[in-house]
């Protein structure tokens, strides 16, 4: 095995034939899929072209798309800083601003000190100037407006926002994109 193949990974299918989670993609090292299609717990759907592993007796194609045998239903969400930019679509709730990740912070709508938690209802995506302009005040006090009032969103919630947001094609192998983009209109 070559060594760039050694980072390939595999796109992971609900039973459904749709994404696990799209918020974010449901993907696997190509060695955590083969060990689960070798136990039986997913199927093949598509392989890398002419990537192929050895063991002392065997040789097994590297798996580039799997399906799960059995449907997985996503009941909550993690409270991380990735899903909650994502819930707000990367976008400053005081400004508009769309921004990187990496350009974003998150701000308690509440601060702090004036009794706000850590929590879905309190936390919004904000952009460094606004954060800093707000400080420790709410956003009235700091003359700013809530563009959206933060939510707890739903696992279907933010698979549906994450599917507006295009993947930078590097990261996708061309065998996902048929399960990927269901929608999407046709080339002519």
């Given at each position: 095995m070559?060594?760039?193949a050694a980072n390939l990974r595999t796109l992971v299918l609900n039973a459904d034939m749709q994404p696990v989670s799209w918020a974010p993609l449901s993907i696997w090292s190509w060695q955590d899929a083969l060990v689960a299609?070798?136990?039986?717990?997913?199927?093949?759907?598509a392989?890398?072209?002419d990537i192929v592993v050895r063991?002392?007796?065997?040789?097994?194609?590297v798996p580039s798309v799997v399906a799960l045998?059995?449907?997985?239903?996503r009941k909550t969400l993690a409270f991380t800083r990735y899903h909650v930019f994502l819930r707000d679509e990367f976008t400053c709730q005081y400004c508009g601003h769309k921004a990187?990740?990496?350009?974003?912070?998150f701000d308690h709508v509440t601060p702090r000190s004036k009794g706000g938690q850590t929590v879905w209802s309190n936390i919004v995506a904000c952009c460094q100037r606004d954060n800093l302009?707000?400080?420790?005040?709410?956003?009235?006090?700091?003359?700013?407006?809530?563009?959206?009032?933060?939510f707890e969103?739903?696992?279907f919630q933010l698979d549906m926002i994450a599917r507006r947001i295009p993947q930078a094609n590097n990261e996708l192998h061309k065998t996902w994109n048929d399960f990927l983009y269901w929608d999407a209109e046709l080339e002519r």
């Open positions: 070559s060594a760039s299609l070798l136990k039986g717990r997913v199927y093949p759907v392989s890398y072209d063991s002392a007796n065997r040789s097994f194609e045998k059995a449907y997985h239903r990187l990740a990496k350009d974003l912070t302009l707000k400080a420790d005040l709410t956003p009235k006090q700091a003359g700013l407006k809530l563009r959206r009032q933060p969103p739903t696992p």
